[in-house]
């Protein structure tokens, strides 16, 4: 399984973008990546899943280089809510469970 | 919306007892997961299963056995529990197509054994 690296925390203020890298140097080519999100108190929940390139939705966008060593959550415009926990697995295709690493922890202040 | 519910938020219990945690998801996922959470370790997996009957180990199965008698419901067993096992549990669930895809958690269940 590819081994990832995130910062253990960021800080940031309300208003603005925010982008948090993974580095998953090993992934392997059916591999897709995955971030999920997790506030105090809740489960982790999945905000998205990219290959390569580019990958958006209402919460954020994914960014994967050609190489796929790494990706860039970006999250626009941040408020007080998204103080939480993010994750970024890589995952493979097939019965290999997820591995859930220690995450990073954003901090947004007002 | 899938609803992924866990029989307790908190508990309490004493070493040596036999505790059952219970979960419950409503949209027919045929893969069912527990993990134990705590500080610093991120969320590590202790069982897993995709279908009922069956059960496979996760990363730290020592101290715990899993039960799936009914689809819907996957249990977690702390067969004599122990001040170490004290973390937060949380139960997933996943479609089988594609099993590591998309998990849906519940909430949670904080246990400590005194």
């Known amino acids: 399984l590819a081994k990832t690296t995130q910062p253990i925390s960021m800080d940031s203020y309300e208003g603005q973008e925010v982008n948090i890298t993974c580095s998953h140097n090993n992934i392997a080519t059916n591999d897709y990546i995955t971030w999920y999100q997790q506030f105090p108190s809740q489960g982790p929940r999945f905000i998205i899943q990219g290959y390569k390139t580019k990958v958006t939705n209402e919460v954020a966008s994914l960014f994967i280089p050609a190489d796929r060593k790494s990706s860039t959550l970006s999250l626009p415009r941040v408020s007080l809510s998204d103080t939480a926990v993010y994750y970024c697995?890589?995952?493979?295709?097939?019965?290999?469970?997820?591995?859930f690493g220690k995450g990073t922890r954003l901090s947004v202040i007002a | 919306d899938v609803k992924v519910t866990q029989s307790s938020r908190y508990l309490v219990k004493r070493t040596g007892e036999k505790v059952f945690l219970e979960c419950v998801q409503d949209m027919d996922h045929e893969n069912m997961f527990w993990y134990r959470q705590d500080p610093g370790l991120g969320l590590r997996l202790i069982y897993f299963?995709?279908?009922?009957?069956?059960?496979e180990k996760g990363d730290i199965p020592e101290g715990y056995s899993v039960s799936r008698e009914k689809k819907e419901r996957f249990s977690l067993i702390l067969e004599s529990a122990s001040t170490n096992q004290t973390s937060m549990y949380l139960c997933?669930?996943?479609?089988?197509?594609?099993?590591?895809?998309?998990?849906?958690f519940g909430p949670g269940t904080r246990l400590t054994v005194t």
């Open positions: 299963s995709y279908d009922v009957k069956m059960k």
């Open positions: 697995l890589v995952v493979p295709t097939g019965n290999t469970p997820l591995v």
């Open positions: 997933a669930s996943s479609f089988r197509a594609d099993p590591f895809y998309e998990q849906y």
